[in-house]
């Protein structure tokens, strides 16, 4: 099965898309996570990776966790800074910012065709698929799971929670 990371909903150029295994994609997922949590500093940024982080298999189910760059969480107003944000998050993660939390060894190949393909999609990304409604539906669905502050971290990854918990933990 595996999950595919496309630009949005009517891109349709198979060559761009980002298509991973199930396992690839927690491997993604976590170094993202590890990376941003590190280089998050204010509040958009954190609620950035907690949106990663509910990418988790653990609570959707293997294969169940694709989705569209439109669908993160951009705003008009912020685009520049979120994209310059989200591009030094994939640099971070390619620098294998703090991969001593893995209890695994993630193959760097499959990591690096990943992140190459994620930072072509979001190069690519143009503001006017921003979707935000989705962004709307995000910032209801923090605020119903009392997600109003700065989202919290797990104690024991120091990565930022998603409301339904740590995406480390539930890959362990
Ligand atoms: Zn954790």
Same mark, same amino acid.
């Given at each position: 099965m595996g999950n595919r990371i496309m +630009? @949005? *909903? #009517?891109? #349709?150029?198979f060559e761009e898309h980002l298509k991973m295994s199930n396992g690839l994609t927690s491997v993604f997922i976590a170094v993202l996570v590890l990376s941003g949590s590190t280089l998050a500093q204010n509040k958009a940024e954190k609620e950035w990776m907690s949106w990663l982080a509910s990418r988790d298999q653990g609570i959707h189910? *293997?294969?169940?966790v694709g989705f569209c &760059?439109? !669908?993160?969480? =951009?705003?008009r107003e912020g685009f520049v800074d979120e994209k310059d944000f989200v591009l030094r998050v994939i640099d971070g993660a390619r620098e294998k +910012? *703090? =991969? !001593?939390? +893995?209890?695994y060894n993630p193959t760097e190949e499959f990591v690096t065709f990943a992140l190459d393909r994620f930072q072509n999609l979001i190069n690519l990304f !143009?503001?006017?698929? &921003?979707?935000e409604e989705a962004y709307q539906e995000w910032q209801s669905y923090l605020k119903k799971y009392g997600f109003s502050e700065n989202p919290p971290m797990c104690?024991? @990854?120091a990565v930022y929670l998603h409301p339904a918990g740590c995406v480390l933990c539930h890959d362990s």
């Open positions: +630009l @949005h *909903r #009517d891109h #349709d150029n189910g *293997r294969g169940a &760059i439109s !669908d993160m969480p =951009w705003t +910012l *703090r =991969w !001593d939390v +893995l209890n !143009d503001e006017q698929y &921003i979707n104690q024991h @990854h």
